[in-house]
C-alpha cells in the first residue's frame, strides 16, 4: 500500500469478519483471526469505513441442515444457480454471527447485512445470489461520490471475490488487499478467484 496514496473518496470495506468465520466458528476460514489487527491498522487510513455481516435467519436454505440428506459443502441447484451448503453459520442473533471482539468495529460508517433472506444466499455486499437483488451497499457508494474500493475480510474466494467483481462490474475501481484477507480454497475456489481477479483487472496489493 506505500505506493497508494488514500483519498477522501476511496472505502475500505471490510467484508464478514465474524466468530463463525474464525477460529473456534461454525465455518471457519483457516487463519482468519490473522486479519483483525491488519485491519484495524488499515482503518485509521480510510475517512470511509464499511463493514458488511452475514445475518441468516434460521433455517436458511444456504444451510445443510435443510436439505434432508444433505452433506456440508455439497452443491445443489437453486432457483437462482447453483448453491453450495454450508453448515449453520452467522444466525441472526447468535454469538456466531457478531464481529469478531477485538475488530474496532465501532470505526465503521455503516454495516451491510446480508443473506437474510431465508430462500436467498448473499456472497457479495453488492448483490445477493440471484445477481439482481441489491443489498443497498451500491446507494452508499454513489452517495457518497466513492471512486475506488479497498475490499479485505473472509473469506477471499468466496464473499471477498464475489463482492470485488460486482464492485468491479459496476465501473468502480477495486483492489484486495491481500495480506488482510484469508480463503477457504474448496475445490479450487481460490485458483477461481485468482484467475477472476486477473479477468476484471482487480488488483491485489500486498
Known amino acids: 500500500m506505500r505506493d497508494i496514496t488514500i483519498e477522501s473518496t476511496d472505502l475500505l470495506l471490510v467484508i464478514d469478519v465474524q466468530n463463525d468465520f474464525c477460529q473456534g466458528g461454525a465455518l471457519a476460514v483457516p487463519g482468519g483471526d490473522e486479519v483483525v489487527p491488519v485491519i484495524n491498522a488499515l482503518m485509521g487510513h480510510f475517512s470511509q ?56 468495529s465501532h470505526a465503521a460508517h455503516a454495516i451491510v447485512r446480508k443473506g437474510n433472506n431465508k430462500a436467498l444466499d448473499s456472497y457479495s455486499a453488492i448483490l445477493e445470489n440471484d445477481h439482481r437483488t441489491p443489498t443497498g451497499l451500491m446507494g452508499f457508494i454513489r452517495e457518497r461520490d466513492i471512486q475506488r474500493v479497498f475490499c479485505c475480510g473472509l473469506a477471499l474466494d468466496f464473499c471477498v471475490r464475489f463482492s470485488a467483481e460486482d464492485i468491479s462490474d459496476q465501473g468502480i475501481e477495486c483492489f484486495l488487499i491481500g495480506a488482510a484477507c484469508r480463503g477457504i480454497d474448496l475445490n479450487g475456489s481460490m485458483a477461481a478467484a485468482t484467475e477472476s481477479f486477473a479477468d476484471k483487472g482487480i488488483t491485489i496489493l500486498s
Open 49 to 104: 469505513v464499511v463493514l458488511t455481516q452475514d445475518w441468516h435467519p434460521a433455517g436458511h436454505s444456504s444451510f445443510a441442515s435443510s436439505h434432508d440428506g444433505a452433506e456440508p459443502f455439497s452443491e445443489i441447484d437453486m432457483p437462482y444457480g447453483p448453491q453450495t451448503l454450508w453448515p449453520d453459520h452467522c444466525v441472526q442473533g447468535s454469538a456466531g454471527a457478531e464481529f469478531h471482539a477485538q475488530l474496532d
